[in-house]
Structure formats: structure tokens, C-alpha cells
């Protein structure tokens, strides 16, 4: 996953903070119940995101200069590898497509427009109806390498199908350049690695024309990486009954996770433009204050940002 470890080493050198949009009520949620929820990925904002990365991926590895090098490397370490690739991505699709719980968040801080102070407009204006806040997390639990919650962190990638060959194409290549190494893991090793980074790229894949939101994504699929600490409810959002998966703000240090609980994981709320910004923060920092995060009233503040509705 060349890509995804890039971007994740530059938000560790970085320091680069992650936001999540949503609306007040549910940041009230998350607040008291110190709990997340994970949605499955067919009641996403627009479900042909997940098509997309599906037809780049299709596309890329159909491609004879593309996908044809990396069949031949695959070939090289065991004739029968592609087709047992080939065979376990095609059957799992109900795994990404019916069976997959994520959380959006994004890159938070641009100076050129001032988001620390207001936000991001085209966010503002997208998520949170008409009583919008901002969540500010530190970056630590989304990249900590850990296997504890079998959730992983995955930045999307904006791309057409002709942009995601090169990327495939990189892959490809670093893949043939250690083929003596990929023989020492062995065939079974390096094809379920393989099967998991075209799994996390069909999820994580979205048209060039969102690039401005600056998505990373948290994904959980039960049906292939099952874990004992997350917890399925049904529950019912925007009048849709619906199955979500929620992660609890919980260290697991022994397992190499930590930094998520409440008061370590939250920087800051911004509350967005809306009809009621003070009574908001009010509540916010209120329930803040019961849970025992540091200087409440000083992390929940108001975006001065003029957006009508």
C-alpha cells in the first residue's frame, strides 16, 4: 500500500490533526456515551464511492502493461497465485459492499484558509444540517501501528481510473523489485497482503471532485478481521433503521493502543454556522466538564464563518 504509507509517515512527521464534521446532537452522543459509531458502507453519503474504487481497481488489473506485470510477478512466485487472488477478492465482495463499517474524518489545518480559526466552508455546508460542530482529534490512535480493534486508518485516495494505474503500477513495480523476498514470505502471505490492500483500496477510493474534503477513512470488517471490542447496535439515523458498529474511546495499551481515551483523543470543538451557537457551546462544555477533560470551556469555541442557510 505505497500510498497509504506515504501519506500516514507525512501525518506522523507532520503532526497533522484530523476533524470530524457532524452534527451537534451526535457530538453530544459521542461526548456522553465516549463512543463512536461506524456506519455500514451502503448508507454512505453516496454509495457509488465504493463502485468507483471497484472499477478502478477492475480496470488497473485488466490493464495488460498495468496489471499484466503484476500477474506476471504473482506467476513468478506461484503459478496458481492469480487465480486464487483473483477468485477470493471476486467471492468477499459482500465483505466491502454489505459488511464494512467506517468513520470519515479529514485533515484538519490550512493556512492558506484558515481552518484551525473556522473551519472548513465546504464542510460546514455538507455535513451537520443546520446545527453543525467540528470535532478535533489528535492524530495519534488514527496512525499508531496496532492490531487491537482490527479497525484500520486509511486515507482516501482521489482519483480516476487512469490516475489509480499509477498508482497500481507503483505497487507492481515495488512488488517485483523484491520478488526474492516475497518468496521467502511465501505465496499464502503475500496473497492475503495483497487481497487486504485491494480490499482497503475499493474503500478507500473517491472521485478527484471531492480532493478539497481531505478524507481518511476508519474501516471495520467483521466478516474478515472480526474483533471482540467493537459492538454491533441497530439504530436509527435520518429515519433509516440500521445496523452500526461502535468503537469505544478505550485504551488498549497492551495491545499498542493508546492515546484514544476522551480527554487525550479531543483537541478542540468549532462550532459551525448555525441559529444557536451559544447555547451549543454551553452543552458542549458542559458534558466536557463531567467527563473530566481539561479546561472544557476553553476546547469548545464558535466559528466566526458567515454561512446562510
Aim: with cysteine; proline share 5%; aromatic share 10%.
Amino acid at each position: 500500500m505505497p500510498y497509504a504509507m506515504d501519506r500516514i509517515e507525512q501525518v506522523r512527521k507532520s503532526g497533522t490533526k484530523f476533524v470530524h464534521y457532524t452534527s451537534a446532537f451526535a457530538a453530544l452522543q459521542i461526548i456522553e456515551k465516549e463512543k463512536v459509531w461506524m456506519r455500514n458502507a451502503l448508507v454512505m453519503n453516496d454509495f457509488s464511492e465504493v463502485q468507483h474504487g471497484e472499477r478502478c481497481l477492475a480496470q488497473s488489473w485488466h490493464d495488460e502493461k498495468v496489471g499484466g506485470k503484476l500477474r506476471e510477478t504473482l506467476s513468478k512466485l506461484d503459478p496458481g497465485l492469480v487465480k486464487v487472488i483473483t477468485e477470493n477478492f471476486d467471492s468477499r465482495a459482500i465483505d466491502r459492499e454489505d459488511f464494512s463499517y467506517l468513520i470519515s474524518i479529514s485533515e484538519h489545518g490550512d493556512d492558506k484558509l484558515n481552518e484551525d480559526k473556522y473551519g472548513r466552508l465546504s464542510m460546514w455546508r455538507a455535513y451537520g444540517g443546520s446545527t453543525n460542530v467540528a470535532m478535533v482529534f489528535n492524530n495519534f490512535p488514527f496512525v499508531n501501528e496496532s492490531t487491537a480493534l482490527n479497525a484500520y486508518t486509511s486515507p482516501v485516495l482521489y482519483c480516476d481510473e487512469e490516475e489509480f494505474k499509477i498508482h497500481f503500477a507503483s505497487m507492481a513495480a515495488g512488488l517485483e523489485q523484491n520478488l526474492e523476498l516475497l518468496k521467502t514470505a511465501g505465496a499464502e502471505i503475500v496473497g492475503h497482503a495483497l487481497f487486504m490492500a485491494f480490499h482497503f483500496a475499493a474503500l478507500s477510493t473517491k472521485h478527484p471532485g471531492f480532493s478539497e474534503e481531505r478524507e481518511w477513512r476508519v474501516i471495520h470488517s467483521p466478516t474478515l478481521l472480526p474483533s471482540n471490542k467493537l459492538t454491533f447496535d441497530t439504530e436509527t439515523i435520518d429515519g433509516v433503521p440500521q445496523r452500526v458498529c461502535k468503537l469505544e474511546l478505550k485504551n488498549y495499551p497492551d495491545e499498542g493502543f493508546t492515546g484514544a481515551t476522551l480527554p487525550e483523543l479531543l483537541e478542540e470543538i468549532i462550532i459551525g454556522p448555525t441559529q444557536y451557537p451559544w447555547p451549543i457551546q454551553d452543552a458542549l462544555a458542559r458534558k466536557l466538564e463531567e467527563k473530566q477533560v481539561k479546561d472544557p470551556w476553553s476546547k469548545v469555541r464558535v466559528s466566526s464563518i458567515p454561512l446562510r442557510r
